[in-house]
């Protein structure tokens, strides 16, 4: 199967696709008292404070920290900027009382509503979609051990050139994404491709500052998913591929030993199992 990618994800299409999405889901914001509102505020610039008293920040430096934060915001690249820098802690403390699976990130390319899907399932691709065939498949039960019944598993992922359906050009709506409904034992299998790792857009201003400071730009190979059922609290994961070099160093710090699977060869391609485990609500 080969498959000629023409197209290029430019940081301003996906950041632009990503700060419209996110802008229409956060219109109505918390409640948030002028208490907390005032010690975040003034915790977070006393940090920034101490940074420039620390290093001598100079009047170029603050200068060049002015043009980029203006050119995130031009670039729409707020949401992968945040997602990549910011999340993973957002995440770790949201799910610091949690017993079941771990989670992880959302990340800025989640879309609600995807086609609806039985527990034995395709995701919708092309007709020669590139990259190596993965039958992933599992159960979901609650912490007691006991299956969840008609479970929902909202999946999406990158394709073989690590680019997302609905944030890169010239790809269907919904490719790579699905709302699968688990069985009456809580089991599914869903049968999809593997995805390849994927790189933050090197073009924009998360690019720029990526270079300038000398790091990589790369996050592991992985299957996002959603994972929800009444009666129990919904987990927003990623799972990972053993062997991808950016397993160990994630730019985005999403990674925990628990999301790594271990795919088997199988006839057609690859197999991995995972088991979810859902907190009670
Ligand atoms: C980003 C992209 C991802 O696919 C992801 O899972 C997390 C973050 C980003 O570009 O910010
Ligand atoms: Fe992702």
Redesign the pocket.
């Known amino acids: 199967m080969t498959q000629t990618t023409e197209y290029q994800a430019t940081a301003a299409a996906s950041g632009g696709a990503a700060t419209e999405k996110f802008v229409e889901k956060a219109k109505a914001g918390p409640d948030t008292s002028p208490e907390r509102v005032s010690a975040l505020a003034s915790e977070v610039l006393s940090a920034v404070h101490d940074v420039i008293r620390r290093h001598h920040v100079t009047y170029e430096e603050y200068d060049a920290l002015k043009a980029w934060l203006i050119q995130v915001g031009a670039d729409g690249e707020w949401p ?1 900027f945040l ?2 820098f910011v999340e993973s802690v957002v995440e770790e403390v949201a799910s610091e009382h949690r017993e079941g699976s771990k989670g992880t ?1 959302e ?3 989640y879309v609600p509503g995807a086609p609806a899907l039985a527990a034995d399932a395709t995701l919708p691709m092309r007709a020669e979609e590139a990259g190596t065939p993965l039958l992933f498949h599992g159960r979901v039960r609650d912490v007691a051990g006991n299956p969840v019944a008609g479970a929902t598993l909202e999946v999406w992922h ?1 394709d073989d050139a690590g680019f ?1 359906s609905q944030f890169a050009p010239g790809l269907p709506e919904w490719n790579l994404r699905g709302t699968v409904t688990a069985d009456a034992d809580g089991t599914f299998r869903i049968r999809t491709i593997r995805p390849a790792p ?1 790189q ?1 857009p090197t073009d924009g201003s998360t690019g720029a500052l990526i270079r300038s400071a000398g790091w990589h730009a790369w ?1 592991p190979a ?1 299957l ?1 998913l959603k994972v929800s059922a009444a009666g129990c609290q919904p987990i927003t994961t ?1 799972l990972y591929f053993e062997g991808d070099e950016h397993v160990a160093n994630d730019i ?1 710090s999403a990674v925990k030993p628990e999301l790594v699977l271990r795919p088997d060869v199988a006839p057609n391609g690859e197999e991995a199992r995972y088991d979810f485990v859902l907190d009670p609500a």
């Open positions: 992968l997602d990549v990130i990340g800025p390319y990158a997302y994927y933050i996050r992985h996002h990623q985005a």
